[in-house]
């Protein structure tokens, strides 16, 4: 009946306000907890430094110091690059994008640290030539501040908690569930009385004919 149907979405929607408090109980992060997740796992916060570097490798050292004092004239990086460049990069301006500096030679990675943005570096001798390096840029290593990831930290942890607590709340039933179907099945004794055949009587229950009659 309509009565028995809205008895029936009263009780199912008070199960649900029940469970979702229950949940929330077990599912709120406070500050506290928040801070120590970030502190324990800071690292996954943290930037390392980079340098963005443009490159000239030059044929010989004539030509290495040419374009060093051209470049530190004024004259266009990238399109020295295009023009006299050896290195692969020549067709990006030289680019050489952002770099770690951990990333890198020791001996350049001690060049560039020495050189100030905008800066061009002395010919750096290589095997095959001589490498001019400019610094486009520089970024230090940087942590993200707790304050800047605090909400977006919090509500992850709530989803975690949530799905492990809501998982191990199903599988609190299921396993009831299992439990009570099992005493219900021991209860139940399902017997067959021991009825001796010769007090059996009725239409059909006679003996065969033609069988011999019992002693």
Known sequence: SLDD????????????QVLSRELEQKTTVTGV???AEYE?????????????????????????QDVVRRARGGEDFSSLARA???????ANGGDLGQVNPGDMNPALAKVVGSVAVGGVSDPIALENGYRIVRVVAKEDATVTPYED??????KRLQQQRMASVYDEYVAGLRKASEKTTQTTVSEVSLTV????????????????????EAA
């Open 33 to 35: 907890g928040a801070k």
């Open 149 to 154: 990831v605090r909400e977006e930290l919090t």
């Open 193 to 212: 009385p021991n009825v001796p055949t010769s007090t059996l009587t009725g239409p059909g229950l006679g003996p065969a004919p033609g069988a011999p």
């Open 40 to 64: 324990q796992h800071k690292s996954e916060y943290a930037k390392s430094a980079s340098v963005h570097l443009q490159e000239i490798v030059a044929a010989d050292s004539a030509q290495a």
């Open 5 to 16: 149907l809205k008895r029936n979405i009263e009780r199912s929607v008070l199960r649900r």
């Open 84 to 90: 006299l460049s050896t290195a692969g990069s020549r």
